[in-house]
């Protein structure tokens, strides 16, 4: 590639979803709650569990397959790999994006793992877009896949309802048509609500013991109601603010992407934001939380029933542990 700017333009989308289905009425059997409750609030009606198995890598390498082949290229032209999850193979290391490569046969490259919670595929994005722009690199796989059974207690109500398994990946290269570049993304985080999503363990602060285990420190706690007032907040400022500031208007957005946590969260910004029912992507109903997947999936849903095309523009937003928010916008670039 000559000497020109280069922009960073998401050229395809591939998801993974695992075979087996927990619906409502399993949990029904497992815990105190009710179809109707979980569908009120928050509209999850079932969610897909990987097999003892099957690991985030496994799931990664699905999509990242259809990701590569539907970007056109060869997996030897992709030159980084980064894998967004907070339920790696292994805590600690390798990292999952190392295993990725090496089951995808990408060997030599940069490859690491990033751990923004459900904001992972966003903060990603940035990533992909400043290594792309600075020349360092052509075409980055990025990838958000996370096997969230592995940390969910399934005799917490508050929690176990609500997420699921699954990857997804696209496709990220370097182009000379602006018109073609991903338009600009917000990438922010707040630490003093750590404790709002945690895993406690294992970790240098309570590592891996039988006292941990017992605590069940090595399962995703979550302060529920705070974590959403403050997400339906800061995602809608978020976004009129990125929109503000690229002059872009809703009527301009095709497909309102949010991460898909609770059906309520998405209506509340989708609503103070002036979003159409037909511009907003839901998956959350048959997916559930899927943390660092969940826009990566949802962006291949509307591609695989044919709904998104070439130069189509997305707004995604999305809100995880950390606490971590992010906002992009840019057109889909793949065919
Ligand atoms: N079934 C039945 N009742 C349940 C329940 C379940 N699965 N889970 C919680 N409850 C109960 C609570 O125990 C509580 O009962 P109480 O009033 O007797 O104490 C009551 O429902 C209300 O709980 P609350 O936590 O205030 O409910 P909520 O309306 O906030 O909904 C969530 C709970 C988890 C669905 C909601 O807070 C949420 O989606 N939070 C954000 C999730 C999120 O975005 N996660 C991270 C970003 S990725």
Redesign the pocket.
């Known amino acids: 590639m000559s000497n020109t700017l280069k922009y960073a333009s998401m050229r395809s989308i591939g998801a993974y979803v695992p075979q087996k289905i927990l619906n409502n009425s399993d949990?029904e059997k497992m815990?105190?709650?009710?179809d109707d409750?979980?569908v009120k609030?928050?509209g999850i009606r079932e969610r897909h569990i990987a097999a003892e198995d099957e690991y985030t890598s496994d799931m990664a390498v699905h999509a990242s397959r259809d990701a590569i082949a539907r970007a056109g290229i060869e997996k030897e032209d992709i030159d980084l790999v980064i894998c967004a999850t907070v339920t790696p193979d292994y805590f600690n290391m390798p990292s999952t994006a190392c295993i990725i490569s090496d089951k995808l046969g990408i060997r030599s490259v940069q490859a690491f793992d990033i751990s923004s919670?459900?904001s992972g595929f966003v903060y990603g994005l940035s990533i992909a877009k400043a290594f792309i722009e600075s020349g360092m690199k052509r075409n980055v796989l990025l990838i958000g896949a996370e096997k969230f059974s592995s940390i969910v207690d399934y005799s917490d109500?508050?929690?176990?309802?609500?997420f699921g398994d699954g990857a997804g990946a696209a496709v990220i290269s370097a182009v000379e048509d602006p018109e073609e570049g991903i338009v600009d993304i917000h990438a922010s985080a707040d630490g003093s609500y750590a404790d709002f999503?945690i895993t406690p363990s294992p970790g240098c602060v309570n590592p891996a013991s039988t006292k941990a285990l017992e605590e069940g420190l090595q399962y995703v706690k979550?302060k529920?109601?705070e974590?959403?007032k403050l997400?339906v907040k800061t995602l809608t400022r978020d976004v009129k603010e990125i929109l503000r500031k690229n002059k872009i208007e809703i009527s301009d957005i095709d497909w309102f992407i949010p991460?898909q946590?609770?059906y309520?969260?998405i209506k509340a910004v989708g609503d103070s934001l002036g979003m159409t029912t037909e511009q907003t992507v839901l998956t959350v109903h048959k997916y559930g939380?899927t943390?660092a997947a969940s826009i990566p999936m949802a962006i291949n849903d509307i591609y695989e029933e044919g709904r998104l095309g070439y130069g189509d523009m997305m707004l995604l937003d999305?809100?995880?542990?950390g606490l971590t928010w992010a906002s992009a916008v840019l057109p889909f670039c793949g065919r």
């Not at 815990?31 to 009710?34: F, L």
């Not at 109500?157 to 609500?162: A, D, H």
């Not at 999305?318 to 542990?321: L, N």
Request: net charge positive.
């Open positions: 949990f815990v105190d709650t009710s409750w979980i609030r928050t919670a459900c109500r508050s929690t176990c309802i609500l999503l979550m529920g109601n974590t959403f997400a991460h946590a609770n309520r969260i939380n943390s999305t809100f995880g542990g």
